[in-house]
């Protein structure tokens, strides 16, 4: 277990009473108290026109991350190809790394939402279509610093990224596309909070993932298999509980609010304490969330865990007391334990 990392999560969701810029300043500060610990990345989300979402540029906000930290990586999940032109993605992919000074990790993805898609005028078909089009281009073009267009013609970007290659994530809840990711050489998280699949799915997954990884020899050295946990901890259970409970309510109203406005029926809000009792919530004291990350990465094996610590309407110091006893308190007892 000594190969266990940690990393933070933000949606960047709408947070009741926080104006858009109040939220902005808010996960900011978290993304700060991450570097200041010993989390390895920070990763955020790209949605469009969703209350789940106030990230729609993830780059933009990487590129604040950057500017307000100095260690941690950052590993925005996704960039959703297929809605960039490739060129000016491959350039914009390029000024974050050097601003960041070589602190990017690219997060790939075709994009989950056909609503989303829909927005842009394009099908799943099509999304799929320019996913496969344009991500070996946009490759190409930062390992090589030279971009090829449509015609085959070549053009020398005069922005190159101060890394030479990219750790690339892709991060799905598919299970027959783990081991794609896998031979491609992609790091990935499988299980994405409270729509993720079950211990022992995980489990068999990361068994496929790592089998395929080992054949890959020029996969990179240690590949990434991890999940997504909301996590909130408090001095007490009472405490945790009652903030959590109260915060949840206005985070699934921001994660089912784009379907519903589109007229699709959505499960009614889910009880927090069932999900905590099937291991896809973290919530409570120290001590009790110590056993619910040991029992899940003990039980999946996987070796990354990415913690979202800011959703809702948690009150951004409420957010910070939650990373600050997980970094220090959490994580140490879940890596002496599990080391034993």
């Given at each position: 277990m000594v190969d266990l990392e940690f990393g933070v999560f933000d949606w960047v969701d709408v947070a009741k009473g926080r104006s858009?810029?109040?939220?902005y300043d808010d996960r900011l500060a978290i993304a700060q108290r991450a570097d200041r610990g010993g989390f390895e990345r920070y990763h955020v989300a790209e949605h469009h026109g969703a209350t789940l979402g106030l990230a729609a540029s993830p780059g933009l906000f990487a590129v604040a991350v950057a500017r307000k930290t100095e260690r941690i990586r950052l590993a925005p999940m996704t960039f959703v190809v297929p809605l960039y032109e490739p060129l000016r993605l491959a350039e914009e992919l390029a000024m974050i790394d050097q601003l960041s000074h070589g602190r990017l990790e690219l997060g790939?993805?075709?994009?989950?939402?056909?609503i989303e898609a829909r927005m842009f005028d394009l099908s799943p078909e099509q999304m799929q279509q320019r996913y496969?089009?344009?991500l070996p281009r946009i490759l190409e073009a930062l390992e090589t610093g030279v971009y090829r267009n449509d015609a085959g013609e070549e053009f020398p970007l005069t922005i190159r990224p101060a890394q030479r290659q990219f750790t690339t994530w892709y991060p799905t809840s598919n299970p027959e596309s783990?081991?794609?990711?896998a031979v491609n050489g992609q790091n990935t998280i499988f299980g994405f909070?409270?729509?993720?699949?079950?211990?022992?799915?995980?489990r068999e997954r990361r068994d496929i993932y790592f089998d395929a990884r080992a054949t890959v020899a020029s996969a990179g050295k240690h590949p990434r298999f991890g999940v997504l946990r909301h996590v909130f901890v408090a001095a007490t259970e009472a405490e945790a509980w009652d903030a959590a409970e109260r915060a949840f309510v206005d985070h699934y109203d921001n994660f089912t609010w784009l379907w519903r406005q589109h007229g699709i029926d959505q499960p009614?809000?889910?009880?927090?304490r069932r999900l905590v009792d099937d291991h896809l919530f973290f919530v409570g004291s120290v001590e009790s969330v110590t056993d619910q990350v040991s029992h899940v990465v003990e039980t999946t094996g996987v070796n990354y865990v990415a913690g979202a610590f800011?959703?809702?309407s948690l009150p951004v110091a409420d957010a910070l007391t939650s990373i600050d006893l997980f970094d220090t308190r959490v994580v140490p007892a879940v890596r002496e334990r599990l080391g034993g």
């Open positions: 858009i810029s109040e939220t790939i993805g075709k994009g989950s939402s056909p496969d089009s344009f783990i081991q794609r990711a909070a409270f729509k993720s699949p079950s211990l022992d799915v995980i009614p809000l889910p009880d927090l800011s959703w809702g």
